[in-house]
């Protein structure tokens, strides 16, 4: 069976619905998982999401900040919250798929909106930078995250850290900027070592070529800059990693009509 899924912070999903929907109805992945949605679960589109197929929605909204969702064309079994940092702001969901969705073995679908950090690259002087780093942490502590054996899991999001010097544009200018600090990428990347999980991205892409998710809003004019950074990633466990079959950025809606700063990132595979 093939499986598609797709990754992609909105910036606010009431703002951008017809990219979404624009999206939607030219790559119709089986799965989007969204991140920043910004708003309460109650003002969710959930129609407009319902009309274009996508029937089945796990909310973790708040007003105004963050929020993570999934929407599916297939049934879930199971949703789940888990809060990170003793603070309940809505950066985390996951859905469990099976039978309900034809598949012969569970798969579970993490959604993450990791804490950006503010612009200050110093715990002791950045509250935010703490509260990031802390996340990080848990991240890499929280086992009941973490595949083990056969487990079949997915891991995506925005993560906001780009972990590798060719996820920058510049390694060397942006070795003091946030996103791409030396203990944040260790972090992230203990993380992923410790759940053994597989970066899609750098297995399908040589750590030599430059991979950029997202592009500030402050560039005049952002494909001329190019100055990009890999900041939505897409995980698998080790049971999946042949899986995969397919990966790709859509750049070009960085270029749509009032975008949002990052673009979807997709993954095919074969379950």
């Known amino acids: ?29 089986d799965v989007l998982c969204l991140q920043e ?25 708040q007003k105004g900040y963050h929020g993570v969702a999934v929407v599916s064309k297939l049934p879930f079994e199971s949703s789940d919250i888990r809060t990170f940092c003793d603070k309940i702001d809505s950066r985390h969901i996951s859905v469990g798929f099976g039978a309900k969705a034809q598949l012969t073995k569970p798969l579970v679908v993490h959604n993450f909106y990791v804490p950006a950090g503010g612009d200050i690259p110093d715990p002791a002087l950045n509250p935010k930078f703490e509260h990031k780093l802390q996340f990080l942490d848990e991240m890499k502590s929280c086992e009941p995250l973490h595949p083990r054996g056969d487990d079949r899991h997915i891991l995506v999001g925005d993560l906001n850290v780009a972990p590798y010097e060719n996820d920058v544009w510049s390694h060397k200018q942006l070795l003091k900027v946030v996103s791409h600090t030396p203990i944040e990428c260790e972090k992230l990347l203990a993380a992923q070592a410790h759940g053994e999980w597989i970066d899609v991205a750098r297995m399908r892409i040589p750590l030599s070529e430059k991979v950029y998710t997202w592009w500030s809003y402050r560039a005049a004019d952002w494909t001329q800059a190019d100055r990009g950074r890999r900041l939505d990633h897409i995980w698998v466990s080790r049971a999946l990693k042949e899986a995969v079959s397919d990966f790709r950025i859509l750049r070009d809606a960085r270029g ?11 993954v095919t595979l074969e379950v």
């Open 1 to 29: 069976m093939r499986f598609s899924l797709t990754t992609w912070n909105i910036n606010s999903v009431r703002l951008r619905i017809d990219l979404v929907a624009k999206f939607l109805k030219s790559a119709r992945p």
């Open 37 to 61: 949605t910004k708003c309460i679960d109650d003002a969710f589109p959930l129609k407009r999401f319902k009309r274009l197929g996508y029937e089945h929605v796990a909310l973790n909204g």
């Open 256 to 266: 749509w009509q009032r975008p949002s700063d990052h673009v979807p990132v997709t």
